[in-house]
């Protein structure tokens, strides 16, 4: 395929790993057995925000929490539409403090913050598609977030709202199995969706690059892409394969450290939508 991927200029804020550890377990990654090296993390977050900037982006930082451990993994913080910023509300008492946290940014940031009031991990499970459908979210249920948070989702930002149901427990996030990977395509691993839910991604997205299991436990599909260029985690490399045949360019980062808290480049990335 040669095509002519256009990029587009992004804002996202990310959180620094100061105070990143892995002292609690809430998702199959997660061993609290497992050592951290913390100053490494630390540097190989540098180096993805670096990159995100190197490609012209715009990178807010939050400035990270004692005691929030998770608080790296940004993306879960809120769900932004059109300056409209869905809030989150964590399903782990461990990360409940984080929401205010990122309450304060969009508050402070002039933006029209709205407070949750069901269950939902922001762009952990959200994703925003502008040119697909006139403008669609993908919801994901499951392990986090929970249903009835699609439909406030749904009503706070005015856009159709696609639930789409995870059932493998190491995908347990939608941004751990899809990603956007320009305003109107999406690549998923089918086999982390539910029969009925492959349907409707099928039905919605039938140009999509599909990654199959290996890719997705690469972390591969959690990547952030500005519409031509795709990072994704160095030991995603099938993935990169894909994504450059479907016509993107494949940017490698390293992030070893942060995968021991189950995540990757999109969990520490919220993107802001203004
Ligand atoms: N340890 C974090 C948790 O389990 C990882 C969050 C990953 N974030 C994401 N957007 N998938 O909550």
Redesign the pocket.
Known sequence: MSQHRIPRNRTYLMCPPEHYEVAYA??PW?DTATPVDAELAVKQWERLRETLTGLGHKVHVLAPEPHLP?MV?A??GAFTVDGVAYGARFK?AQ?TAEAAAHRAFYEAGGWDFRAPTQTN?G??DFAYLPRAHGGLILAGYGFRTEPAAHAEAQDVLGRPTVSLRLVDPRFY?L??ALAALDDGNVTYYPGAFSVASQRVLRQLFPHAVLADEADAYAFGL?LVSDGRNVVLNSEATGMARKVEAAGYTAVLVELSELKK???SV??CVAELRP
């Open positions: 809430i998702n997660m998770d993994y993306a879960n782990y990360r991990e762009e952990g996030h941004d751990t959690n808290g189950g995540g999109k969990c």
